[in-house]
């Protein structure tokens, strides 16, 4: 091994360790953790990196331009670079050299976007036999700027960014072990957050995250809440167990004015008649004249409803594909027409509702404030006693039973609207 190699070597590792070693905000994310990847090339683009087999180390350093093969052969990871294969191993694991080197990978079987990722990637054999599992392990903010870019694009204003920063720090601390039993914390797909690699486009994201660092929502029992969002309400958001059973007092509906002219705001579908009318039948709605199966929504409901029978309208909107749950019903022309508002769920805070109010300079605090009621925000870094650091397995986790949050804690609103009352009775 040349001198050189060697040193490179010694101090990227030690870097490597020192920063596990003092319980750093690592995140191991699960890479298209829904589809069998049977092939792919992982490719070096900036920086160092060592590569280790089976926890032995097989090359010192590779920089930028090498590349090499990653294919699944019986139950392990056949390994091959500059062509020649080099063997089939349990586990790959490319480490960077001091934490700053970024790599792409490309999958061939089956064929997928080339995607950049930051830091450090570890490869085996899929428990179930199905092909790779790849993970990459990487610091907190590059995690989060790959969510918030992901879930949000590039074009709003900072408050936006910061307060989606916010939510997605949130989840991910609320749900950080949630694969611990497929060998990392979160997948990269939306049963997790989406996450699509490196942040590649929109430095403000970066400083949105890092001018947040370490600020969750919290509600009144000192647990992070799930910070759901959706694209948009069409002027309303919905109660949280209309679409998941579960009531939670920070996900009352309430009356968003700021979305009301947005891309998502309004959407029409036609559907025949004969097979809404065959769906409502076979869901206990049955009626002489078509005309009854006329449905008004002036304020957002939980089911369709007919003459005192009720369908969830969650199970409406899945079945017909629908943007959102939010709609009206006219018959007409042997054709039952749909008139809609919002896109999503409608639960929690509404995109392009809350980039409008960024758009006209509230911050992300008063945004916070109009879309989660009876919340807190909490700046972790404040709260270490309730963090507890698992050195032998890497993990950060926010304990919330324990009661030992600073005083310095503030309301995010301490008050229902009274919009908000008036729609919640």
């Given at each position: 091994m040349k001198?050189?190699?060697?040193r490179?070597?010694?101090?990227?590792?030690?870097?490597?360790?020192?920063?596990f070693?003092?319980c750093a905000?690592?995140?191991?994310?699960?890479?298209?953790f829904?589809v069998p990847?049977k092939s792919?090339?992982?490719?070096?683009q900036?920086g160092?990196?060592?590569?280790?087999?089976?926890?032995t180390l097989?090359?010192?350093a590779?920089?930028k331009?090498a590349?090499?093969?990653l294919?699944?052969?019986?139950?392990?990871?056949?390994?091959?670079?500059?062509g020649e294969?080099?063997?089939t191993f349990?586990?790959?694991?490319?480490?960077?050299?001091?934490?700053?080197?970024t790599?792409?990978?490309?999958?061939h079987?089956?064929?997928?976007p080339?995607?950049s990722?930051?830091?450090?990637?570890?490869?085996?054999?899929a428990?179930?036999?199905?092909?790779?599992l790849i993970?990459?392990?990487?610091?907190?903010h590059f995690?989060l700027?790959?969510v918030?870019?992901?879930?949000?694009?590039?074009?709003?204003?900072?408050?936006?960014?910061?307060?989606q920063?916010i939510l997605s720090?949130t989840?991910?601390?609320?749900h950080f072990?949630?694969?611990g039993k497929?060998?990392f914390?979160?997948?990269?797909?939306?049963?997790?957050?989406?996450?699509?690699?490196?942040?590649?486009?929109?430095?403000?994201?970066?400083?949105?995250?890092?001018?947040?660092e370490?600020?969750i929502?919290i509600?009144r029992?000192?647990?992070p809440?799930?910070?759901?969002?959706?694209?948009n309400?069409g002027?309303?958001t919905?109660h949280s167990?209309?679409?998941?059973r579960?009531?939670?007092?920070?996900?009352?509906s309430?009356r968003?004015?700021?979305?009301?002219?947005?891309v998502?705001?309004?959407?029409?579908?036609?559907i025949?008649l004969?097979?809404w009318r065959d769906?409502m039948?076979?869901?206990?709605?049955?009626?002489?004249?078509?005309?009854?199966l006329?449905?008004?929504?002036?304020?957002r409901?939980?089911?369709?409803?007919?003459n005192?029978?009720?369908?969830?309208?969650?199970k409406?909107?899945?079945?017909?594909?629908?943007?959102?749950t939010f709609?009206d019903?006219?018959i007409?022309g042997?054709?039952?027409?749909l008139?809609g508002?919002?896109?999503?769920?409608?639960?929690?805070?509404c995109?392009e509702?809350a980039m409008?109010?960024?758009e006209?300079g509230?911050?992300c605090e008063?945004?916070?404030?109009?879309?989660?009621?009876?919340?807190?925000?909490?700046s972790?870094?404040?709260a270490l006693?309730t963090t507890?650091?698992q050195?032998d397995?890497?993990?950060?986790?926010?304990?919330?039973?324990?009661?030992?949050?600073?005083?310095t804690?503030?309301?995010?609103?301490?008050?229902?609207?009274?919009?908000s009352?008036?729609l919640?009775?």
């Amino acid at each position: 091994m040349k001198i050189e190699s060697y040193r490179r070597l010694c101090c990227g590792l030690a870097a490597y360790f020192l920063t596990f070693s003092l319980c750093a905000q690592k995140v191991s994310v699960g890479l298209f953790f829904d589809v069998p990847v049977k092939s792919a090339t992982l490719a070096v683009q900036s920086g160092s990196y060592a590569v280790i087999v089976d926890d032995t180390l097989l090359i010192a350093a590779i920089d930028k331009g090498a590349s090499m093969q990653l294919l699944s052969n019986s139950g392990g990871v056949r390994l091959r670079i500059s062509g020649e294969n080099t063997g089939t191993f349990a586990s790959v694991k490319v480490v960077g050299m001091g934490d700053e080197g970024t790599f792409s990978i490309l999958c061939h079987n089956p064929p997928l976007p080339m995607r950049s990722y930051a830091q450090h990637a570890f490869v085996r054999s899929a428990r179930d036999g199905s092909g790779l599992l790849i993970i990459n392990q990487l610091d907190e903010h590059f995690y989060l700027s790959g969510v918030v870019e992901a879930e949000t694009g590039c074009t709003a204003k900072p408050e936006f960014f910061k307060t989606q920063a916010i939510l997605s720090r949130t989840y991910l601390y609320a749900h950080f072990n949630r694969h611990g039993k497929d060998g990392f914390n979160l997948c990269d797909g939306v049963h997790c957050q989406a996450y699509k690699g490196l942040l590649t486009r929109c430095r403000r994201i970066r400083a949105a995250v890092g001018e947040t660092e370490g600020t969750i929502v919290i509600d009144r029992e000192k647990r992070p809440i799930t910070p759901s969002f959706h694209a948009n309400c069409g002027g309303q958001t919905c109660h949280s167990e209309n679409v998941w059973r579960e009531k939670l007092p920070y996900l009352r509906s309430i009356r968003d004015e700021h979305c009301k002219y947005q891309v998502g705001a309004r959407w029409q579908k036609r559907i025949a008649l004969s097979e809404w009318r065959d769906y409502m039948s076979k869901n206990g709605i049955r009626v002489k004249n078509p005309r009854q199966l006329e449905f008004e929504q002036p304020l957002r409901k939980k089911y369709y409803e007919v003459n005192g029978k009720k369908v969830e309208l969650t199970k409406v909107r899945h079945r017909f594909g629908l943007r959102s749950t939010f709609f009206d019903v006219r018959i007409a022309g042997g054709e039952a027409l749909l008139t809609g508002k919002g896109y999503g769920h409608g639960v929690g805070l509404c995109q392009e509702g809350a980039m409008q109010m960024a758009e006209k300079g509230m911050t992300c605090e008063n945004i916070l404030r109009h879309y989660y009621k009876n919340t807190r925000l909490i700046s972790f870094s404040q709260a270490l006693s309730t963090t507890v650091m698992q050195q032998d397995s890497m993990l950060f986790l926010f304990n919330p039973w324990r009661n030992e949050l600073p005083d310095t804690t503030t309301f995010v609103d301490d008050v229902v609207s009274q919009d908000s009352a008036e729609l919640q009775n």
